[in-house]
């Protein structure tokens, strides 16, 4: 078995590395962080447009809808650059909303969303949350009245981050009260400009941004729901799937930078790198972070063959993330007092990163599904357990 890359999977990344490194100016690393690895922000906008012009924010769709018609495995060694760079790289679009509306999208849908989508030129939020309805969906409320040509919503999603600044909701909502919780739900494309739309904010402890958004009679085109009706459930889950898909490089090069200053950082007359127990969390991280790598790839290797990889999207979300949170604590060691200041301190090591990123893991193992329900998920799809 051959774990290497191809020549022209190596020469591509090299291009785009080149890129970044020629692109990647602090103010759009800045504004990137505070956003929360997301691109709205004009520089990020600008960034963005500019990357997608060489096809490679969506390098596995078709040519016809702005892709090159690549492997998935290209775009997961694009987006672990993207990440490991520290630039936008969470998607909704590119990588979640945009490969369900290539599977299951109407012609036009296609013809109108996925080439802005690759081009950079659009992004979406996703709206699936409400406060009665996180980990158990099928609870959730907010209903889509069928008027004939356009649907009519009302009731209020949480936690829908980027809706402060992307273009389009990516909404699921009740279209059939009467029906089995799971059987009534549709997913729609809202502009969130759209008449009757509130968002507001709510600031997480890595102090980025999410939402609440509250919906009074806003009118939806029929044309902008996805495939087929109450079918949304289904579609739901299956983007989950590819929501799960994190890139680890964030937490990679924060590791990197962790062991420079074990390396470069003297306390207590030795160098930090002879402390025992900071070289034994050290090489622990190290083993982690292959195993995360392995993970993220075959991701793109059962998506490359084929199939939509669902339990094994669970285990690299949980890996990932629940290692984000042991290299941010080991981090915290490493630096000792000094983990404690904030960016923007004359004394703070590696510009407040450790600490950032210190709360920012606390929220990583709640989004896009909690770690309890990714062990269920893999309970039960990965081993076959009975459901609970
Ligand atoms: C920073 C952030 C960003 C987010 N962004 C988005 C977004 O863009 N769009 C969106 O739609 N949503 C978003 N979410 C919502 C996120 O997906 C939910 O918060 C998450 O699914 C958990 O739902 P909940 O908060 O309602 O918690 P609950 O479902 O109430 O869970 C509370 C606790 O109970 C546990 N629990 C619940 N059910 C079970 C079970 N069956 N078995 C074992 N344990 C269980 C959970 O693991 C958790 O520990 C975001 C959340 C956060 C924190």
Redesign the pocket.
Known sequence: MDFDFTKEEKELIAEVRAFIDKEATPELLAETRQLGLIYGGPEGRKFIKKFASHGWLTPNWPKEYGGLGTSEMVTYLIREEMAYSGLPCIFVGAHMAGPAILRIGSPEMKKEFLTPLAKGEIEF?????EPQ????LVAMKVRADDQGDHFLVNGQ?T????CHVADYHWLAARTDPEAPKHKGISMMIVDLKSPGITIRPLI?MAGWR?NEVYYDNVKVPKKNLVGEINKGFYYMMSALDFERMAPPGVYRNLFDEIVHYAKSTQAGGKPLSQNPLIRQKLAQMAIELDVARLLYYQLAYILDKGSIPNYQSSMEKLFVTELSQHITETGMEVLGLYGLLKEGSEWTPLAGKVEHFHRWSV?ET????????QR?IIAQRGLGLPRQ
């Open positions: 939020a996703l709206g699936y949350t309805a996180g980990s158990d999603k936690f829908n981050t980027h997480t999410t929220v709640i989004y896009a599904g909690t770690s309890e329900i269920s």
